[in-house]
């Protein structure tokens, strides 16, 4: 900073800004690998390409845990590292306010409990992240992220059908088909 007359305020910030969008890139593409079903792969770049001890925000750390709880369940069938994950990002208090990942994580631990057949558990955590996703949506009045939001509806809905309750399983599938339509 001295040999260029800038000062240091401005180079650091620049060394911020250039972690925290690298970071952002990774979340991004572990997001396109989840949804093409590349768990293994997004698993390995979170683990290979985020130092979660240079991750600044709450809510990037979050995200990470989030992610890897995901990939653990989907990539390598770990239910108990999934929870794991899942109940990090749900134990954050950093901010009390609530947001999608805490629902996203939410959803999660109900798949979780879902594939390892305890379904009276399951139904808990997706009643809960439908809850938690009707207060967000009506905290916020809109959410710029509806593929995330569809995702918890298809969870939730794709568990309803599975333990028999056929009308809430079309009634999330409705409300999932109308958020990507609102938001289109």
């Given at each position: ?10 180079l ?6 250039s ?9 991004n ?21 985020i ?14 845990y ?17 929870h794991?994950?899942f ?21 999660g ?17 997706y ?12 905290d916020l009045?809109?959410?710029?992220d509806?593929a ?7 969870n939730s ?7 028999g ?10 409300l ?9």
């Open positions: 900073a001295n040999r260029l007359n800038i000062e240091f305020s401005e650091s910030g620049y060394a911020l800004t972690v925290n969008s690298q970071t952002s890139r990774i979340f593409k572990v997001k396109q690998l989840c949804a093409a079903y590349q768990h293994e792969e997004a698993y390995a770049l979170l683990k290979n390409e130092d979660i001890k240079k991750v600044e925000t709450a809510y990037e750390r979050k995200k990470y989030y992610y890897l709880g995901l990939t653990t369940l989907a990539g390598h069938h770990n239910f108990i590292d999934a794991y994950y109940n990090l990002v749900l134990s954050d208090k950093s901010d009390s306010k609530l947001d999608l990942i805490d629902v996203l994580a939410t959803n631990i109900g798949i979780a409990y879902e594939l390892e057949d305890e379904l009276d558990k399951a139904l808990t955590y009643e809960k992240s439908l809850v938690q996703l009707d207060e967000l949506i009506e009045g809109e959410i710029n509806s995330e939001i569809t995702i918890i509806y298809f809905a794709k568990f309803y059908s599975h333990i309750n056929y009308e809430k399983a079309v009634n999330l599938c409705t999932g088909i109308t958020c990507l339509l609102y938001t289109s």
